[in-house]
């Protein structure tokens, strides 16, 4: 995302609907996505199981909702973008015929709609969706109704501090997109449009999130992988990413590192409110 001023705010769902057939191709395939995703693959190995039966926020494309799918987990996958649910199901359709995934247009504000009996084994938003929401309260309170004592719920979201983009921004003589994060919420530029984001802090989403979810743990995604946007053949040379990445995992847990990536990756657990 690029920052955007003095432009008419369009609703996220309309503008993702013009990104949805570019995707993949613009991130899912891409040496950063595909880091930054690998980062977050590893988390979900040890939180799903074969088995289990998983609502996923924001679905895209349905990159994650397959992987999943390829190890023996359901999942119920949905998104507000009705463009990016038919390039989802087309995928299925070709890629995954069989696999136990159902996707859905649906709103995260409007998770109160889902009926879901049984309640789900745990829960997954990837990457930036939820930043989408100006109150995760409500959302949480949603979750709760549909999750199981003990779920995991794996949120990635955008951070409110990242070095990498203070860093390339400022290098770049653009202050006001270095600094744009901090400021807690931005008007950013996506397939030319602009959409309202809001940059939370760890400590805002664990308070949005309880009484009924505990954070057991965080992590740092792209802290050394660098944001999407970045165009550096250096950078992203297919050599140099792979490294990027040993790096990304191994400082990613540590305090300060943990909240300075580009995004980060909460590991939250259903307790009794």
Not at 231 to 237: D, E, Q
Not at 251 to 273: I, N, T, W, Y
Request: charge should be positive; glycine fraction near 6%; include cysteine.
């Amino acid at each position: 995302m690029t920052h955007a001023a003095g432009l008419p705010i369009s609703d996220a769902s309309a503008v993702f609907d013009t990104l949805a057939e570019s995707y993949d191709e613009l991130f899912t395939r891409s040496s950063i996505g595909r880091a930054q995703r690998g980062i977050v693959w590893r988390a979900l190995e040890s939180a799903f199981c074969e088995g289990n039966r998983i609502l996923e926020l924001n679905c895209g494309t349905g990159e994650d909702a397959f992987f999943l799918s390829r190890r023996g987990v359901s999942v119920v996958a949905c998104d507000a973008s009705a463009r990016m649910i038919e390039v989802a199901q087309k995928r299925k359709s070709s890629e995954a015929p069989e696999s136990a995934i159902q996707f859905q247009i649906l709103r995260t504000e409007d998770l109160s709609q889902l009926q879901s009996t049984p309640r789900f084994d745990g829960v997954l938003s990837n990457f930036s969706g939820l930043n989408c929401v100006e109150r995760l309260g409500p959302v949480a309170s949603d979750l709760a109704a549909l999750t199981k004592l003990g779920a995991p719920v794996l949120i990635c979201l955008s951070t409110r501090f990242c070095f990498w983009e203070i860093v390339w921004f400022s290098l770049h003589a653009q202050p006001r997109k270095a600094l744009r994060r901090l400021r807690g919420t931005s008007i950013a530029r996506v397939a030319n449009q602009s959409v309202q984001v809001w940059y939370p802090t760890i400590r805002s989403v664990r308070r949005s999130f309880a009484p009924w979810f505990r954070l057991k743990s965080f992590r740092a995604v792209g802290l050394t992988v660098p944001p999407s946007y970045v165009r550096s053949r250096v950078i992203t040379h297919p050599k140099v990413i792979p490294q990027l990445e040993k790096i990304d995992r191994a400082l990613g847990r540590f305090p300060f590192f943990r909240a300075a990536g580009d995004h980060v990756f909460l590991h939250f657990e259903r307790v009794q409110s």
